[in-house]
C-alpha cells in the first residue's frame, strides 16, 4: 500500500455517486486518492428513464454531467469501460488502461436478465441506460411511420411490455401516455395501437399493496393497456412474442423489463455470487475479500425481518453509497466501520400524468396525491447530488 | 351529358389545387357540379417536403387541410384512391366507389423513376409524400438511436442520396443542416457521419447555370457533403449501393431523387403516354380525349424555343392549374379555349439555412438574398392558395 491509499469507484451509478460525494465532503487533503470510473462522461437518473423511452420528457432531463457532480480537485474522473477486476493483483483493466487500487467500490449496475427465454436477448429492448432509452422511443417513432406506408402492418403498433415490475408500470403508463400524441402525429387511428403487459406472476407489481395494484391497473386499463397477468413469455422472436401454450402475439416493439441481475465482471473476477448478485457481509463487502465494496444492483442485503433481500432500488443504492463513503473513511483512518442497515422510506410507482400509486411514511397513497410525491422525490434526489441549480436546471415543474 | 356538367379533378397537388380554386371562383351558380379527389385530406407542398424528411421542419408545415382550401359550398370533396380511370366510359372508379363525369382534369402527380435500377424499388426512401417524409426523418434519427448501442457499424451514419436535382440538393442542404443537432442529441462524433451525393450525370443541378452549380456544390462541400457527379447507382441493396465498376458503400439509408415519371393509371387509362407522361395539345388534353386533361407531372408540354419538355415543377403545374379552369369556364360556356404558354418565372433551390442559388427575372441570385427570395415564392405560394390567414398559420418567419 502506498502512503496515501487509493480509492477506485467503478460506476456512477446511485452508489457510486453517492459515494464520490460523501468522499469529497469527508476525506481531508490528501488523505486518499479518488478515482471515479465510468462508461459515460454522465450520471443517468435511472428512476427517470421510462419517460424519454416513452418520449414524454427529453433524454437530457434523465442524465447529468459528472463533472457538474464531483469536484474534479478532489476526485478524478476517467471515462472508460472496465474490462476485467482482478482482486488479487487489486488491480481494474480497462478499455484504455490499467487502474490500481487498495480499495475498490463496485457500482456498475446490471444487467437485464430474462431467465433463459429464448430470443430475448436478441429481439427485446431495455430501458437501461440513456442509449438504449433513445433507441426505444426512435424506435417507436420509427413504427408510426413506417405504418403509414404499410397500412396492413398493424403489428407495428402493437406494443409488448414484459414484465410489470416497477419499471414495466411505469413505461406503459408514460407509453399509454404518448400514444395519443403519436396518433395525432402520424395521423394514425388510435383504436389500431395495441399495448400489451405480460407478466408471468400472478399479479402485477409483486409486493405491493393489494388495494394499489388493483388501482394502478384500472388506471392503465382506462388509458387502454391490456393486461395479461400469470402469463409467461415463452418465446421472442423477431415477429413478436409467443405465450402460454404457443399463442404467438404480433408485434415488432418488445420491452423487455422482467428483471434484473448482477454484472458478469463480478463473476469474471472469481467473487462468490448468487445470479451475478454478491451476498455482502454487513459493511457491504464481498466476501473473502476486505477492501471491496458491491453496491447496488451487484449487491445482495437480506431484510432481517423475513430473511429475503431487498429489491435492487435506487433509494437502497444511495443508502449502500452514504454507507461506504463513511466506512471507507473510517478504513483510513482505523475507526470502526458502521453495519449497513436499510431504512425504506417507501416506494411511489408513477402510472403517467397526474396518476401514481405509493406507500410513504407507512401510508397509502394514489392519484394525484402520489404524483406530487414522486415529483418531490425526483427533486429530492436531485437536491442530493446537484443541490438547488441542478434541481432548476433538470426538475420539471408542474 | 347531364344539364349541368359534372367535373371531376383527380388530386388535390398542385395542378388539381389551383383549378379547384379558380373554378370556385369563376363558375356561376349550377354552372358545373365539381368533385375534387384527394388520397388525403390534406394538401401538401411538395416543394416543402426537403425540410421535413430532414427534420428541419414539422412536416404540418408542408400540408394544409383541403377544408380550408375550397369551398365546400361550390365544390364537392371525396376522400378516395383512384383504382382506375375509364375514358370510354367516362368514370373512375375509386377504392370506394364510382364517379362518372363530363370533364376530368388528372392531376395525380407521378412516381418515382428508378431507370430499372435493381432493388431501388425495395431498398431507397423517396422524398414524395407526407407519411414518406415522415419515414424518412424517423429513419434517419433512428440510425443514430441504434449507432449508439452498436457503435462498429458505422454505415448507420452514412446516408446516401441519389440524384443532384432540385430535390435531391435541397434535401441534402438540409440534412446536412440537421446532422450536428443529431450529433449533439445522440452523443455521436460528427467525423463518423457522411452524406454523399450520388449523379449520373456529369454536373449536378443539370440546366442549370454553372457558376451557381459551382457554388451551390461549393456550399455543400463546406457543409461536409461529399459529391461523386458522373457517377451511376447500379444497384441499390439493404446494406448500401453499388457504384461504377462494383464499388459497394454501405448504407442503411438511400434516399432515391433521381427522377420523377408519370402515374400508372394513365397508361392503364389506354391514353398514349412517353414514359407515363401524356404529350398533351395546346389546351393541355389528352389526345384524343377532348374532355380529359392532364396536369403537372403527368403531363409533357414542350419548350418551343428548343422542342424540349419543360421539367415538371410547381409552377409550370400551377399555371397549367388557371389554365385549365379557365378552358373548363370556356368549353362549358361555348367560349374559344386559351393555349397554355409556360411562364418561366425562373427557379430557387434552397442549400439549407440562409443559403441559396436562383435564377429569377433573368438575373442570377446566390447566398443570403437567394434564400430570401425562395422564402418570398413559399410565401406567395401559400398566399395564392389560401391567403394572410394561411400565410400566417404556415409561413415560418425569419
Redesign the interface.
Known sequence: MSSIPKIVILGAGYGGVLTSLRLQKELNYNEADVTLVNK?DYHYITTHLHMPAAGTDNPENARVNISKLIDEFKIDFVKSTVVQIRPQDRKVILEDGTLSYDYLIVGLGGEPETFGIPGMVENAFNIRSI??V??I???I??Q???F??EPHRTDYLTFIVGGAGFTGIEFIGELADRIPELCKQ?DVDQSLVKIINIEAAPTALPGFDPELVEYAMQVLQNKGVTFRIGTAVKECTPDGVIVGEGEEIKSQTVIWTGGVRGNRLIEEAGIETMRGRVKVDEFLRAPGHENVYILGDNSLVFNPENERPYPPTAQIAMQQGVNCAHNLVASIRNQPLKPFVFSNKGAVASLGKGEAIGVAFGKKYKGRTAAWLKKIIDLRYLFIIGGIPLVLRKGKFF
Do not use: V
Request: avoid cysteine; charge should be positive; hydrophobic fraction near 25%.
Open positions: 459515460h442509449n438504449s433513445r433507441l422511443r426512435e424506435h417513432e420509427y408510426f411511420a413506417r403509414k406506408r402520424f
